[in-house]
């Protein structure tokens, strides 16, 4: 599989070129998926990219059509080399770049939320609301005032994405790609470290669907490239997060689910 990206018509565009046919499908988050597009594109102009985090979104968008080698058309670094080859997710892969460069270490400190508008992350802009806000374009009609409401400092970026539209059936090739664009606000605005809203059920459930994609390593390689993950509400359940909510007079603005067939 080769990858590259393109920024052009206030677009950035990542894209595969699958070099074998079995490159075609490919496990997904929860079933097996088909590649229908080769191109996944965000409506954010990127201004400042860092190829080595740019490898790593290629990697997290594309990875159930990865099977043995990659190559990025564009330069990368050593160090992103010797990172993915830290985990055992990742040890298969043979990259064959020549193109190799070296970046200056990242050191970023500002935060960024991704709000999905729900109660977790609505939470913890109640708490943090001088932070910037991520919130991909999806299925759920956001009342995205609560911004406001609450008080927060800066205006979310709200983002366009064929993230779950290139592949059929719909969905997400890695829990990662619901807030993936982040990580292009991160190269523009030096984001360090990215606040979710994973709660104590979130985190030790035992059936979580997506601990076959080993979460852990996936973390610790977005550390490794300066970026880090934080669940601010781990070891806090629901109730937390409702009371955070509740306590700023929010509960009008969140998406929270209370009855139903999937309660």
């Known amino acids: 599989m080769r990858f590259n990206y393109n920024i052009i018509q206030n677009k950035t565009i990542f894209e595969c070129f699958p070099e074998d046919l079995n490159e075609y499908s490919g496990k997904g988050e929860t079933t097996t998926l088909s590649l229908v597009s080769k191109k996944v ?19 997290i968008i594309f990875f159930p059509f990865i099977k043995k080698n990659v190559t990025f058309l564009f330069p ?19 990259i064959v770049n020549t193109k190799i460069k070296t970046y200056n270490k990242i050191s970023w400190k500002n935060i960024c939320v991704p709000l999905g508008g729900g109660m977790d992350s609505a939470s913890i802009l109640c708490l943090f609301k001088d932070t910037f806000i991520y919130h991909q374009l999806g299925k759920e009609k956001i009342n995205l ?46 984001i360090g470290y990215i606040f979710l809203g994973t709660t104590f059920y979130g985190d030790y459930i035992k ?41 700023n007079k929010m509960e009008n603005y969140v998406i929270f689910c209370d009855k139903g067939p999937n309660n």
């Open 41 to 59: 594109w965000f409506n954010y102009q990127l201004k400042n990219p860092n190829n080595d985090i740019i490898a790593f979104m290629c990697i």
């Open 76 to 94: 990368i670094s050593n160090n992103f080399i010797e990172n993915l080859k830290l985990f055992n997710t990742f040890k298969h892969i043979i």
């Open 145 to 190: 005032d609560l911004t406001k409401q609450i008080g927060c400092k800066q205006d979310p970026f709200i983002v366009d994405t064929n993230i779950k539209e290139f592949i059929r059936p719909h969905s997400f090739t890695h829990w990662i790609s619901v807030f993936i664009g982040v990580y292009l606000l991160a190269m523009d605005h030096k």
């Open 207 to 247: 059936n979580n669907k997506f601990k076959h994609y080993k979460t852990n390593e996936v973390r610790q390689l977005s550390k490794n490239l300066g970026i880090e993950m934080i669940n601010v509400l781990s070891g806090a359940t629901e109730i937390i997060s409702c009371y955070i909510v509740t306590k």
